[in-house]
């Protein structure tokens, strides 16, 4: 199906454990974001990529890892979770210059 | 890091009512938008305003970009009960490195 998408919906982890989120787009979009939503703090920006295999850090990039070797893919990589990382993850993408990001429905995570 | 400051963080209204939102920045940017986001959902854009004074409505919703450019307003008008949801004003810095910033968001409860 044509849109962005995130896959796992819900996840649960353990700390310390590798995590990755997933994140397909199929318009083809340069840019590409990940971001956290937890209470009280909005939406803040983790990493964000221009195009593929460019890759810049956002507002809180600490303990997370991103990699874009193709377009429509953009994952992002807990390399050992921890429970100040449980939040809902949301993905997002949009065209160069251009200013409505389309999102994901979010990865709720959880980290135990 | 750049903020975006949107107060309070919920409202509560009646239905029927118009109610107006207000974000502001201490530093100057180009576009401003704002998003909803429903229960279980990613956001989704409302408007985008891409010149300072614009005034742009879409249905019963209007914004505008304030004249110094660090600060727009939503207002909607005959409140109805599918308008609760959290509103995120957010900027976008243009230029090589694009990316979305958003404020808070505001939870805004609608009282039939």
């Known amino acids: 199906d044509a849109g962005i998408t995130q896959s796992p919906r819900y996840k649960i982890t353990e700390t310390g454990r590798q995590v990755t989120l997933m994140c397909h787009q199929t318009?083809?979009?340069?840019?590409m974001f990940w971001y956290r939503q937890d209470l009280g703090h909005g939406l803040r920006l983790i990493y964000y990529?221009?195009?593929?295999?460019?890759?810049d850090k956002g507002e809180v990039p600490d303990g997370y890892v991103v990699s874009r070797s193709k377009t429509e893919n953009f994952p992002l990589t807990l390399e050992s979770a921890t429970r100040s990382q449980t939040s809902v993850y949301f993905c997002?993408?949009?065209?160069?210059?251009?200013?409505?990001?389309?999102f994901g429905q979010g990865t709720r995570l959880t980290v135990v | 890091g750049q903020q975006l400051n949107q107060s309070p963080q919920s409202m509560f209204i009646q239905e029927g009512e118009d109610v107006s939102m207000n974000c502001t920045s201490s530093?100057?940017?180009?576009?401003w938008l704002w998003y909803k986001q429903d229960p279980g959902e990613g956001p989704v854009l409302l408007i985008a305003?891409?010149?300072?004074?614009e005034l742009t409505s879409n249905g019963r919703l209007t914004a505008q970009f304030g004249i110094t450019r660090k600060d727009s307003f939503l207002n909607i008008s005959a409140s109805i009960p599918s308008d609760v949801g959290i509103y995120f004003c957010?900027?976008?810095?243009?230029?090589?490195?694009?990316?979305?910033?958003f404020g808070k968001g505001i939870t805004l409860s609608v009282r039939p």
């Open positions: 530093s100057i940017f180009n576009t």
């Open positions: 318009w083809s979009h340069s840019y």
């Open positions: 957010a900027v976008l810095n243009t230029g090589a490195n694009s990316k979305l910033t």
């Open positions: 305003l891409y010149k300072a004074g």
């Open positions: 997002a993408s949009t065209l160069f210059g251009n200013t409505e990001a389309f």
């Open positions: 990529s221009a195009a593929a295999d460019i890759t």
